[in-house]
């Protein structure tokens, strides 16, 4: 249990997972939005209140407990991730065997490469929820098979802090999804926030270990154990050049690319009054409806392949203006480094008085 204090005044909620599990958290009360058009934040959008999807899955469930019958993995997912790994394993063994230059490579890494790793990606987000077969194990054993062609380690770190973020969404000093004061301080000129933006690899793999460093775990290690024998496997039987492409797709395709914009466009405030996002175009093909942001955050046992069939089923409570939504990602991009009121002061955060984890 971790206690602290800042200013008077408090409410008390319980904060749950995807499975009902969670741990009691006491909020400030208050909310103070920054007004459009004052220039950058300073600070971040604090509030007093619980984050709103575990209330809205409460009340969509009473009225519509069909829902529940969604819940549950997609067998089918399991063939789409193995597809993309073999993809990139056939494109390294291509590169090497018609030597391709430098420039064709990155261009090969950004637009090929960069969107089938960020593809993977969100497989392994799927597969953190435990939706691509009936048990977590074999969820996990799956993410390590789709982590080899992004060349680092991330499924099983990705996994722990994810799952910590769907707890304690906006949760001070706890949601591992939260930019740091830094970030906010640093990133507010047009040019930096372009920075930021091509640097989003590098932040969401080492924000956590800065921000909420914890012990490592049994399937971390395996993770790493994983990749680097996948990465000699690569470099020693394709070539050193392989490797490379992979790991420029990887970096690029979490950049400046536009599946990358999910990282601000799902919880950055685009519109005063909404903290989540949901994206409806056809992007989502390509990266298992993550898009449905709303939607998979109310109800995080449900596949994306199915995320569709929840607004389907429960409309009034995804209409315009009762949730935020978003047109287009790479719109999305644009706003964030042109629009002087985004930076990543621009999130929710809740300042906790008391915070009893069950983690």
């Not at 979490?254 to 009054?273: K, R």
């Amino acid at each position: 249990p971790m206690s602290r204090s800042r200013r008077t005044g408090s409410s008390t909620s319980q904060s749950s997972d995807a499975e009902g599990n969670g741990g009691h958290v006491t909020y400030e009360e208050g909310v103070r939005y920054h007004e459009p058009g004052t220039g950058a934040r300073d600070d971040f959008v604090w509030v007093g209140t619980d984050e709103p999807h575990a209330s809205r899955r409460q009340q969509m469930l009473k009225k519509y407990p069909e829902i529940k019958k969604l819940y549950g993995h997609d067998p089918r997912s399991k063939y789409i991730a193995a597809g993309s790994v073999v993809l990139q394993l056939v494109s390294c063994y291509l590169i090497v065997q018609y030597d391709v230059s430098v420039l064709p490579l990155v261009l090969l890494a950004w637009i090929w490469g960069g969107t089938i790793n960020h593809s993977l990606m969100l497989a392994i987000h799927e597969l953190a929820h435990g939706l691509f077969f009936a048990t977590y194990f074999y969820n996990d054993l799956f993410g390590l098979f789709c982590n080899i062609p992004l060349g680092v380690p991330l499924s099983a770190g990705f996994k722990k802090y994810h799952l910590i973020h769907h707890r304690y969404q906006g949760v001070d000093d706890v949601d591992p999804d939260l930019p740091s004061v830094w970030e906010g301080q640093m990133f507010r000129h047009p040019l930096l926030k372009f920075i930021f933006l091509l640097g989003q690899p590098f932040v969401y793999i080492f924000r956590p270990l800065l921000t909420y460093p914890t012990k490592s775990t049994n399937l971390e290690y395996a993770a790493t154990a994983c990749i680097v024998l996948s990465n000699f496997c690569v470099m020693h039987f394709i070539g050193m050049k392989a490797l490379a492409y992979l790991l420029l797709s990887t970096v690029l395709g979490s950049g400046l690319h536009p599946l990358a914009a999910h990282f601000v466009a799902e919880h950055y405030i685009w519109s005063p009054g909404f903290e989540t996002y949901s994206y409806y175009g056809w992007l989502n093909y390509l990266v298992y409806n993550v898009g449905y942001h709303n939607e998979h955050h109310d109800n995080p046992r449900i596949p994306g392949s199915r995320l569709s069939l929840v607004k389907k089923m429960a409309p009034e409570f995804y209409e315009e203006g009762k949730i935020g939504i978003l047109e287009s990602w790479p719109l999305v991009m644009y706003r964030f480094v042109t629009d002087p009121d985004i930076t990543p002061f621009s999130r929710v955060k809740r300042a906790v008085v008391h915070y009893a984890p069950a983690l």
